[in-house]
Structures are given as structure tokens and as C-alpha cells.
């Protein structure tokens, strides 16, 4: 049974910094999509940040310069280095894992940033 489980969400002031993780338990962990998405009270789920297969990444464009996902496939495990927060980037914090109809949620890890 595959599971995602995400870890590393506090509350933080602003400007300070988080780093998320998500362990993974998939068979061919390199081979998957992964990304974070993030759900704020009263909105859509957004995406975040995704790294490919092949190592390609992209970011939202507000996160962009201050987020930053990245892999260990050895270790199953793909993270969100957050620094530069600010009181908008208050939100669920969701890992997913998608390779073609394959697609996998995690459970979510708050990230609340507030003075």
C-alpha cells in the first residue's frame, strides 16, 4: 500500500525558514513526479513545487527564489527547504507522487506563519 508521509510543519515567524519532508512508500520511488501543493483556509489546492524523474523542477511564482524542492531517491524522500517565509505562505502543506494514471496524496502538515 502506498503512503506518503509528511513531516517538518511549526509555526513560524516571518522571514523564518522550514524544511518539509515527505517519506515515501513506493516501489520505483525515481521514477514518480513529486511535488508539494499547499491549501489555504477557504481556498483551492495549489501547486508549489514539483521535481520530475529526471530531476527537472518547477515553482510556483510565488515561492520562486525562496522555496526549494529537492530529492533523495535512496532515501525514498523528497523535501521543501522554505526560507524567506511570509504570513501567505499559511497553509496545509500536501506531498504528492504521479506517474502517468498513478497519483498519491499524502495526509498534509500545517505550516502557520504569524508573529
Known amino acids: 500500500q502506498v503512503q506518503l508521509v509528511e513531516s517538518g510543519g511549526d509555526l513560524v515567524q516571518p522571514g523564518g525558514s522550514l524544511r518539509l519532508s515527505c517519506a515515501a512508500s513506493i516501489s520505483s520511488f525515481s521514477t514518480y513526479t513529486m511535488a508539494w501543493y499547499r491549501q489555504a483556509p477557504g481556498k483551492q489546492r495549489e501547486l508549489v513545487a514539483a521535481?520530475?524523474?529526471?530531476?527537472?523542477?518547477n515553482y510556483a511564482d510565488s515561492v520562486k527564489g525562496r522555496f526549494t524542492i529537492s530529492r533523495d531517491n535512496a532515501k525514498n524522500t523528497v523535501y521543501l527547504q522554505m526560507n524567506s517565509l511570509k504570513p501567505e505562505d499559511t497553509a496545509v502543506y500536501y506531498c504528492?507522487?504521479?506517474?502517468?494514471?498513478?497519483?498519491?496524496w499524502g495526509q498534509g502538515t500545517q505550516v502557520t506563519v504569524s508573529s
Open positions: 521535481t520530475t524523474n529526471y530531476g527537472r523542477t
Open positions: 504528492n507522487a504521479n506517474k502517468g494514471s498513478r497519483n498519491y
